[in-house]
């Protein structure tokens, strides 16, 4: 199976890829289906059935918004975010959807928008069930999986282990693991980029696909500037307020000095991640990177090459996004990128490997070297639990995206500072992290029930 650097990359909405933009997707993928077998006008209801993470966190998540949406037809990479309080009062106060814009059911939510917080599915903490209703039963019913990163995975492919969103085009340098990748690079003399580059290319022109990612950068960039420019209270009700502004502001003052000291990056580098996270927690546009709850490790490591490094160029970002793209593929095939699997090691942790292997690769750094950073990054996130209080992507998300962050510069400085030769490899963490994600307790894994969330005070 071949997955696209524009999988790993998406642009989607807030606070959660799971959970707000694979449900989202996962309830579009229903309606849709309705309309290909032509039962779309004979719909008179749906029950939507939430499972496991899902019903537990679902609220905090956005997840009951993004699957009436979702039916709506929207999806997250074009709906405007601003437009969403609009549009979800206008289902609720008239008990209404209007399927894919064009068929209008009676929908009531508290009878048809179910969470089983004491269920699970078989083959994934984040489950749904879709069942759509005619006048003599029911039409269709559908199980949908959103396994991280936006992926949505149907009951028949999770039970076979496979994914529609992971596309079955052979590719010429194929690699489920480090070691195939390296070998790949000393027996095409290519570097990382390189490689994935020639994946790439079996779907899109190089200059379409060099075109996709300064796009991604640049929307980064936005959310960064809008993260910067945004005061106030997040939406949730922890009452947690924006720190990124009054940071950047500070921030902004001083820049004119000639001399920076030497903590000013890390503060430039916390800056860029928390403006991400809480554009985030408030339902902002994001880059899945690889996921929403992690998406502000790569754009702080990418602004932190762009702003802080000597003779950062174009190209230099190219491989970076190529280059993290190879260490995410290895961790969606080794492992998982769903907290709900993995707890946070799985999101900040992964990020944190990519961002510090794309970091090295835009500094000029040996596959070898790279390999190296992308295994510093996650043995020192190996353990890492999700435990958001209150079921929001905010406390220790929005911080956790910082320490990620500082320590994907730090993986990357050490590995260029040494011949790429290190005990510990890269394919021995992600065995270690996929082990270590099994054995953690589900209160862990992005349900709430463990951690942070069990012991501080909700209000």
């Given at each position: 199976m071949a997955i696209s650097i524009f999988n790993l990359f998406s642009i989607g909405i807030g606070p959660s890829s799971s959970h707000t933009v694979g449900p989202m997707r996962a309830s579009l993928r229903f309606s849709q289906k309705l309309q290909e077998l032509d039962l779309l006008k004979e719909v008179k209801s749906i029950r939507v059935e939430l499972f496991g993470s899902l019903a537990l966190t679902g609220k905090g998540h956005g997840t009951d918004k993004a699957i009436l949406l979702g039916l709506g037809g929207e999806t997250p990479q074009d709906i405007d975010p601003n437009s969403i309080p609009e549009k979800l009062e206008k289902i609720r106060s008239s008990k209404e959807l209007i399927l894919l814009k064009e068929h209008k059911i009676a929908f009531n939510e508290s009878r048809e928008l179910i969470f089983h917080k004491d269920k699970l599915l078989p083959y994934h903490p984040n489950g749904m069930r879709f069942t759509a209703f005619g006048m003599d039963g029911i039409l269709l019913e559908k199980v949908y999986y959103s396994v991280g990163g936006g992926f949505v995975v149907e009951h028949d492919e999770a039970k076979q282990n496979e994914s529609?969103?992971?596309?079955?085009?052979?590719?010429?340098?194929?690699?489920?693991?480090?070691?195939?990748?390296?070998?790949?690079?000393?027996?095409?003399?290519?570097?990382?980029?390189?490689?994935?580059?020639?994946?790439?290319?079996?779907?899109?022109?190089?200059e379409e696909i060099r075109e996709g990612i300064l796009h991604i950068w640049e929307v980064m960039q936005l959310c960064v500037k809008r993260g910067c420019e945004q005061g106030g209270i997040l939406p949730g009700g922890l009452n947690l307020r924006r720190r990124a502004k009054n940071l950047y502001d500070k921030l902004s003052k001083d820049a004119p000095k000639k001399e920076m000291a030497p903590s000013t990056f890390l503060e430039w580098v916390s800056l860029w991640a928390?403006?991400?996270?809480?554009?985030?927690?408030?339902?902002?546009?994001?880059?899945?990177?690889?996921?929403?709850?992690?998406?502000?490790?790569?754009?702080?490591?990418?602004?932190?090459?762009?702003?802080?490094?000597?003779?950062?160029?174009?190209?230099?970002?190219?491989?970076?996004?190529?280059?993290?793209?190879?260490?995410?593929?290895?961790?969606?095939?080794?492992?998982?990128?769903?907290?709900?699997?993995?707890?946070?090691?799985?999101?900040?942790?992964?990020?944190?490997?990519?961002?510090?292997?794309?970091?090295?690769?835009?500094?000029?750094?040996?596959?070898?070297?790279?390999?190296?950073?992308?295994?510093?990054?996650?043995?020192?996130?190996?353990?890492?639990?999700?435990?958001?209080?209150?079921?929001?992507?905010?406390?220790?998300?929005?911080?956790?995206?910082?320490?990620?962050?500082?320590?994907?510069?730090?993986?990357?400085?050490?590995?260029?500072?040494?011949?790429?030769?290190?005990?510990?490899?890269?394919?021995?963490?992600?065995?270690?992290?996929?082990?270590?994600?099994?054995?953690?307790?589900?209160?862990?894994?992005?349900?709430?029930?463990?951690?942070?969330?069990?012991?501080?005070?909700?209000?």
């Open positions: 529609l969103d992971q596309n079955k085009t052979k590719i010429p340098y194929p690699f489920k693991t480090a070691e195939e990748l390296l070998k790949h690079c000393q027996k095409a003399q290519k570097s990382i980029a390189e490689i994935v580059l020639e994946n790439e290319k079996v779907w899109r022109s190089e928390l403006a991400v996270n809480e554009e985030n927690a408030a339902g902002g546009r994001v880059v899945t990177a690889p996921t929403n709850g992690a998406a502000g490790g790569i754009p702080a490591v990418l602004h932190y090459y762009a702003k802080l490094t000597e003779n950062p160029t174009e190209d230099g970002l190219i491989d970076f996004f190529l280059t993290a793209t190879a260490i995410g593929i290895l961790y969606k095939e080794g492992a998982s990128i769903s907290a709900a699997e993995m707890g946070c090691m799985g999101e900040v942790g992964v990020a944190c490997s990519m961002a510090a292997a794309g970091l090295t690769a835009a500094l000029k750094g040996t596959p070898l070297q790279i390999e190296n950073a992308a295994e510093i990054g996650m043995e020192h996130n190996l353990g890492l639990t999700c435990d958001p209080v209150m079921g929001l992507v905010q406390i220790p998300c929005i911080e956790r995206n910082t320490m990620g962050a500082i320590k994907a510069i730090n993986a990357a400085i050490l590995a260029l500072n040494g011949d790429g030769l290190h005990r510990v490899s890269l394919d021995q963490v992600i065995n270690t992290m996929r082990q270590t994600g099994r054995d953690m307790q589900s209160i862990y894994k992005e349900t709430s029930l463990g951690g942070l969330a069990a012991n501080v005070p909700e209000c």
